[in-house]
């Protein structure tokens, strides 16, 4: 499946319908499925750790958080969700959301380009999925900060594998970026068990010589690693994924659209039953048919059994 998959980053339909359409143009052989990472104002990401809530009751929670986060009723939020940890109680986890007229938009790009979508996901997880692809053994508590063209930086701090923050912080300057980013981690480092960072890797539109980048390391007295940019379009097509939460999946449908689907349903059993009562009245029929022929054949048996007995009857008389 991997050689008929594609994989893009976007930040808006209109840009993945340009690249899809230019990478069509390019292929040798035409691609089957699609896997999307997504970013933009609307897809929203966040951490959450809840104690004394059963698992069972965890998708209505996400639900009523991405409702209040979007400010969207809950038949226009496409939301998932994935949990880390269960333990003493609580549960550890990420949930994503973003609003299901643009999840549509997505898919009608998707399926205007005859291909089917496996994955939809936040662009913050799948860099998240290929930093971890490249430190996969690694038990440290480290920053990743993925700097995009639009101005904004994908700030996450992982203990052990597992979010402990996760925001997007807009900057105009990168001076402005140094500060929120060393506030926020300041305010992550004072809730954390470990005070301290082991690593913070810098991705996405900066430059290696950037002064922020030795700055930030002086700053919490941490090493620095530096690559250009992730292969967030590998990591999507990779087997081995961190993050599983994809949009696709607990995509729901509006009250109008359930209404569509039951009334299609409702005509479906409609025209099942008539043709039921159609294929009843016809065996009726048939059979009713088959009964009169029989009586029909009984009758001249008959008949033709008292002919043969009178013929006989005439022939001892005159003998």
Known sequence: MKDQLIAFATCSPQDLAKEIAETLKESKVKP????????????????FSIANIPVK????????????LL????????????????????????FACAPKALMKEYLDIVEASELSPLTITPYILASSNSFFLQHSQTKERSCLLDFTPKHY??????NHLQFELLRKVPFETFEEAKSEIVRSLRSANAKSARKDLDLIHFTGDVEEDNPLIPELGAAFKTKTHFKPFHN?????????TFFSVNLLRQL?????DRR??????????????????LLGWQMFEKQKTINDLHQTVELLQGHNQKQELVKNDDIGGST
């Open 32 to 47: 089957k499925y699609i896997a999307l990472a997504i970013s933009g104002q609307d897809v929203l990401v966040q951490p």
């Open 252 to 256: 729901t449908y509006s009250q109008k």
């Open 153 to 158: 930086v994908n700030l996450a701090v992982f």
């Open 232 to 240: 967030v379009k590998e990591a999507l097509c990779h087997n081995t």
């Open 57 to 68: 009751e965890i998708r209505n929670y996400v639900q009523l958080e991405a409702v209040g």
């Open 71 to 94: 400010s969207l009723p809950v038949d226009e939020v496409a939301y998932d969700f994935q949990i880390f940890q269960s333990k003493n109680d609580t549960l550890k986890g990420v």
């Open 260 to 277: 569509l689907i039951l009334q299609g349903l409702n005509l479906v059993l409609l025209a099942f039953f008539l043709g039921c009562g």
